[in-house]
């Protein structure tokens, strides 16, 4: 039997594109319909009406996929479901959370026609489910950035450049060594894409500057820290800037400083990448690159709405938004101590 992927190959357009000309759901140019239908013609498709029923129905429901795994913080999802339902609301829209990230369930959401968009959280650089996702009858957006986007939108901090942004921080401070202590191994295992884009910066901007750096993987526990700062105090007791993207041992990162006597800046400094409440809320604010993941999630939808209004054809380039990242000065970064 034809199926409407079999349409879709034959015209050299995704899955979803068929599915928005077959249904009128969104405007699709004249060039490419005229290909749809010729592809209809030579390979004698025939959708029930149902199904056709189906696909023009609108749901007023967006789906959000924020799967649980290991090394991720809830608090901080939580901060991005919070901007995703507000916007949501807001626009008359209500959520339906999927905790499981595999492929049948994406499948089960969306070509059930319970939603009518999905934003897809916890992108990994090389994500097994892209593939999938191209294919999906519903508009997606992605919060993450992979390392091939093409056609699908996409909505991050700016994770490369936060990382230059806090080594070269240092390094204008006048630190000739710096370090990373970083997600855990299990996170970097999977190629999570904000922790692997973290690093490349942090080590790019630490490289053009010409200053050693080190970076060390974190347990998200008061012991992996404690594990953390002793090794990197081993092997680099010369290291005296320190850059903690590491939103759940931040806190530990510093209690366990100040029992080897680093006082922070006078001794050691310290920037911090992840939500401002994190690090504005400790016995010492740190100077960090705040991530606005309420905000993410508002854009997020905003981008899913744009794509649902329609206006241009499903095959147009991934339209990528990474937000600058800014630094705030809590006081926690000083120049090095000086030479005895």
Not at 39 to 44: N, R
């Amino acid at each position: 039997m034809v199926t409407i992927a079999d349409v879709a190959r034959e015209a050299g357009v995704s899955l979803s594109t068929v599915s928005y000309a077959l249904s009128g759901k969104r405007p699709i140019s004249e060039k490419t319909r005229e290909r749809i239908e010729r592809a209809v013609e030579v390979l004698g498709y025939s959708p029930q009406a149902s199904a056709r029923a189906l696909a023009m129905a609108q749901t007023n429901v967006l789906g959000l996929m924020a799967p649980l795994r290991p090394g991720v913080d809830l608090s901080v999802i939580m901060q991005f479901v919070a901007g995703i339902t507000a916007e949501a609301h807001e626009r008359s829209y209500d959520v339906l959370l999927v905790t499981h990230g595999d492929d049948s369930h994406l499948a089960r959401v969306t070509r059930s026609a319970m939603i009518d968009g999905l934003v897809v959280m916890d992108i990994e650089s090389e994500d097994s489910r892209l593939a999938t996702l191209r294919e999906l009858p519903a508009p997606v957006v992605l919060i993450g950035l992979p390392n091939d986007p093409t056609g699908l939108s996409c909505i991050d901090l700016d994770f490369e450049r936060a990382g230059g942004l806090a080594a070269r921080t240092l390094v204008e401070h006048g630190h000739g060594c710096v370090a990373l202590l970083g997600a855990p191994q299990e996170v970097l295992a999977r190629h999570a894409s904000y922790a692997e884009r973290m690093r490349t910066g942090f080590a790019r901007g630490a490289e053009e500057a010409g200053v050693a750096h080190v970076e060390i993987a974190m347990e998200s526990t008061s012991a992996g820290a404690v594990r953390a700062v002793d090794a990197l105090l081993a092997r680099h007791p010369d290291v005296t800037g320190i850059v903690v993207h590491n939103e759940l041992a931040l806190e530990h990162v510093v209690s366990h400083l100040d029992r080897r006597g680093l006082r922070i800046p006078r001794d050691v400094s310290l920037i911090s990448v992840g939500p401002q409440d994190v690090a504005s809320s400790h016995a010492v604010p740190t100077t960090g690159i705040d991530l606005p993941g309420e905000l993410i999630g508002r854009l997020a939808v905003g981008m899913l709405m744009e794509r649902l209004a329609g206006g241009a054809d499903d095959d147009t380039p991934a339209d990528v938004r990474l937000l600058p990242p800014q630094l705030t000065d809590r006081g926690s970064v000083a120049a090095p101590p000086a030479e005895s």
